[in-house]
Structures are given as C-alpha cells and as structure tokens.
C-alpha cells in the first residue's frame, strides 16, 4: 500500500459511529460495515445485527449477527468492534414511513393501547448508551435496514430525542427524523407521559 495516503485524522473531526444492518441481507451491506471500519474519522461503538423479515428464513436478525461476526473476524476486529442483536423482527406496531410510497410488507399506522410492552434488546440499549453519553464526538447511526431499533430506543428513552443524534436511513432519502418521532409518539402515546 503508498504511504502517501495514509493520513491522521484529528480527534476534534472524528465522530461516534453506531452501524445498524440487515447483514445477511444482501452483500452491500458488508462492504459498507468494512469501509466504515476503515475510516479513520469513524470511531465505531458498535454494530447492530438487525432482522431482514420473514420471507426467506425466521432467523434473520441471528443470520445477520453471524454475517457481522464473521466480517468482523476477517478484518481481525472482532475484539476491538462490539456486535450486538438487535430486535429480531419487526415490533408489533406499524412505525412511520416518511414518504407516500411505502416499500412492500409495510402495515399501515395503527393505533397502540397504553398497555403495550415496550420491547428491548442490545442494540437499542448501545443506542440509548451512546445517545445519552457526555462523549464530544458527535454521534451518527447508520441504518442498513429497519429502524426498529432506533424505534425502540425512542420508546423506552424518550429524552434521548433531545440529544443530537444524526440519522442516515438507506429506506428514503426524503427520511425526516422529527416524523419518525412523531408517529411513534402516536403508536405509542404512554411513552411520553
């Protein structure tokens, strides 16, 4: 490899990185999982294994687990990278879609009764964790899939809506994070009480 490229990055421009993919997938998402561990302003705090439905198999979200292990293990990482599950299938209410034109399998917006369980898992709660840190770097999560987890997070730490959590989703491009928050404070309205 030239030594020319290779460069430092200054800690004040680097920033918190949470990865959240559907890995199993399809095979992109390994290469973006790798091209992020290989940016050295990204400081990865973890990658969740995210669900990819039930259309080809029920074990999504553990396949995806698998994958990330597996890439991580590669790249001689998994020691330095944490990997965790996230939810490991849609949760049972319909979330937001931003745009007109929701992607197939999508239910349409339901209303949610005060009773319902709000679920958990590890990924929102690496969420929630890094969400809620005094860390300067600025956070970043990037969604190579549902956003259930992030939904979740939301759900079970409404305040973590306040902190300055920046958002990339490969499901629209015209994605607003204040409608996401608002149709889960719709779903789930004694999560904000």
Request: with cysteine; charged share 25%; glycine share 6%.
């Given at each position: 490899m030239n030594s020319s490229y290779h460069f430092t990055v200054p800690d004040f421009k680097k920033i918190r990185v949470i990865i959240?993919?559907?890995?199993?997938?399809e095979s992109d998402d390994q290469f973006a999982i790798v091209h992020a561990?290989?940016?050295?302003?990204?400081?990865?705090?973890?990658?969740?294994?995210?669900?990819?439905?039930?259309?080809r198999t029920n074990a999504s979200?553990?396949?995806?687990?698998?994958?990330?292990?597996k890439v991580l293990a590669l790249m001689n990482a998994s020691a330095e990278?944490?990997?965790?599950?996230?939810?490991?299938?849609?949760?049972?209410?319909?979330?937001p879609v931003a745009?007109?034109?929701?992607?197939?399998?999508?239910?349409?917006?339901?209303k949610a009764t005060d009773n319902r369980p709000i679920p958990s898992?590890?990924?929102?709660?690496?969420?929630?964790?890094?969400?809620?840190?005094?860390?300067?770097?600025?956070?970043?999560c990037i969604f190579l899939g549902p956003l259930t987890d992030i939904a979740i997070a939301l759900l079970?730490?409404?305040?973590?809506?306040?902190?300055?959590?920046r958002m990339y989703s490969d499901i629209d491009s015209r994605f607003i994070l204040e409608?996401?928050?608002?149709?889960?404070?719709?779903?789930?309205?004694?999560?904000?009480?």
């Open positions: 959240d993919t559907d890995a199993k997938n561990l290989l940016t050295q302003k990204f400081i990865v705090k973890g990658i969740i294994a995210a669900h990819f439905g039930t259309r979200m553990t396949e995806s687990y698998g994958e990330i292990r990278i944490d990997a965790v599950h996230g939810y490991p299938t849609a949760i049972p209410v319909a979330l745009s007109p034109g929701a992607r197939p399998g999508m239910m349409p917006d339901e898992c590890e990924g929102s709660d690496l969420i929630i964790r890094e969400a809620l840190s005094d860390d300067p770097h600025p956070l970043y079970k730490c409404p305040e973590i809506e306040n902190r300055p959590i409608d996401f928050f608002s149709k889960i404070k719709i779903n789930y309205p004694q999560s904000w009480q």
